[in-house]
């Protein structure tokens, strides 16, 4: 696999992406590309055999939580995945967090400063000082501590609105679909849980396992299941209800 760009375009355009992912490594196959990368004093070549070379990107940092330089830019234009693709495609932006509107309540839109609707008008106010930021991951979790509170931070993992911090830290998405953390204390944590959407689905399953079940009952069990399903479906389908979600029901003849 070769660069999109070579010469002096790869560090320009190639190597900040590499840097936003924590992609240490990449594996190049044309004479043209190994050219780029052996001049290139940001890589490192650490294996070659045959066709294939490996090269290592030089000073990385490969923290998944990292300090913003930048403060972050609300986006309220049209077409939010649209506007953070064309961020995406200019490497000059990357350090400048953009936070589309369109997902977050009035409130929490009223906390951001700086606004744009359009990212050739993005504005760039830089954060001075440095921040200490150590962090643990696991799968369901994720800790860190910060010398830095109120400071925005950025979270190197897929945002999702399960990814809960309670009252450590508020939780926002982020370009190009990171998670943007704010931190009440120095140290935050994040953990993956289900919401009572998901609880009244799973509550759903079960009911739809004993439908299953109803058909090959007695008369007298069925009539007992069927009461039975009665009772636990109401609480979820109210939940379902709730969050405008709907739900195709099944008739089984018995």
Not at 64 to 85: H, Q, R, T
Not at 147 to 163: A, E, N, Q
């Amino acid at each position: 696999v070769g660069p999109p760009h070579l010469g002096h375009e790869l560090e320009a355009k190639a190597l900040p992406h590499m840097r936003l992912f924590n992609v240490s490594e990449i594996v190049v196959v044309s004479d043209k590309a190994k050219a780029a990368y052996d001049a290139n004093p940001d890589f490192e070549k650490t294996f070659s055999s045959g066709a294939y070379a490996v090269y290592k990107v030089r000073e990385l940092d490969t923290r998944y939580v990292v300090p913003a330089m930048n403060e972050p830019v609300l986006y309220d234009g049209p077409e939010w995945k649209i506007a953070f693709y064309r961020w995406y495609k200019h490497p000059e932006l990357l350090d400048i967090p953009l936070v589309p509107a369109e997902l977050l309540k009035e409130p929490a839109a009223r906390e951001f400063a700086l606004r744009t609707d359009s990212i050739t008008r993005l504005p760039k106010q830089p954060i001075q000082g440095d921040c200490n930021v150590t962090s643990h991951l696991e799968n369901y979790r994720i800790e860190f501590e910060t010398d830095c509170p109120g400071r925005p931070h950025i979270l190197k993992v897929s945002y999702f609105p399960r990814w809960v911090a309670g009252d450590t830290a508020d939780v926002y998405p982020v370009s190009p679909g990171f998670m943007l953390v704010y931190p009440h204390q120095r140290r935050v944590v994040l953990e993956y849980k289900r919401t009572a959407l998901d609880w009244a689905g799973v509550a759903l399953t079960l009911i739809g396992v004993l439908l299953a079940g109803v058909t090959l009952a007695s008369r007298r069990a069925r009539d007992a299941i069927t009461a039975l399903i009665a009772r636990l479906s109401a609480p979820a389908l109210r939940v379902m209800a709730a969050h405008r979600v709907i739900v195709l029901a099944v008739a089984v003849v018995v």
